[in-house]
């Protein structure tokens, strides 16, 4: 039986699989996503790129039975990628830009089965609206630390959930990693979702 790999350091990915029962085993795949080839992409064609090549450069490194997860996410503001913005100065400007606005919030999916030498790979959209955020709220968010490194510049399962009134769609696909797509996608290779519970 394959062993679930997740070619991701994300830990709210990893929690997403280990919520449904997945204990799935890490390798990161040190892609780098800043790249010309990769930005001048729009960025729904982007993260189906980057999933791709962080599944394929796991692919590499091992040598055993495994379905392969990469994905990759950004957040597409009037069709420019929001990524992880880095630094306080960006992140604060891109709150500002998305205040009491939506945009959509693009899943990059990537899964090898090496025993098959199949692959699936799809993204997933998920409408996303911010409430109107004031100076200090905005001050507050960045201190935390936490948009800094995370697409978008926000959270849904962390300190960002309270500005975010309204999605539209798949919840787990704005955390990083679309469960009811990768149910499927197992289905398509021919895999039960309880034995891809069982795998490890």
């Known amino acids: 039986m394959p062993k ?35 930005n001048a992409m729009s960025p729904a064609d982007m993260v189906i790129a980057l999933a791709v090549t962080k599944a394929h450069t796991v692919r590499e490194q091992i040598d055993y039975p495994a379905l392969i997860i990469g994905c990759d996410s950004t957040f597409d503001v009037d069709g420019v990628s929001f990524g992880k913005p880095g630094t306080p100065d960006i992140a604060r400007e891109r709150a500002k830009k998305i205040s009491g606005r ?26 996303v609206t911010f409430s109107e955020l004031t100076d200090h709220e905005i001050e507050d968010y960045i201190a935390s630390g936490e948009p800094l490194q995370v697409a978008g510049g926000f959270t849904l399962d962390g300190f960002g959930s309270p500005f975010i009134p309204v999605i539209e769609g798949d919840y787990t696909n704005v955390v990083g990693l679309s469960m009811p797509f990768l149910r499927s996608a197992m289905s398509q290779l021919g895999y039960s979702w ?3 519970k069982e795998m490890r």
Not at 13 to 31: C, D, F, K, M, Q
Not at 102 to 116: E, K, M, P, R, V
Not at 117 to 122: H, L, S, V
């Open 102 to 127: 939506s945009g959509l919030l693009h899943t990059g999916h990537c899964i090898i089965d090496t025993a098959q030498g199949r692959e699936i790979a799809d993204r997933v959209t998920t409408k």
């Open 4 to 38: 679930i790999v997740l070619a991701s350091q994300s830990t709210s990915r990893r929690r997403l699989l280990e919520g449904a029962g997945i204990n799935p085993t890490i390798i990161v795949s040190n892609v780098d996503e800043e790249t010309v080839f990769f």
């Open 194 to 196: 309880p034995e891809v």
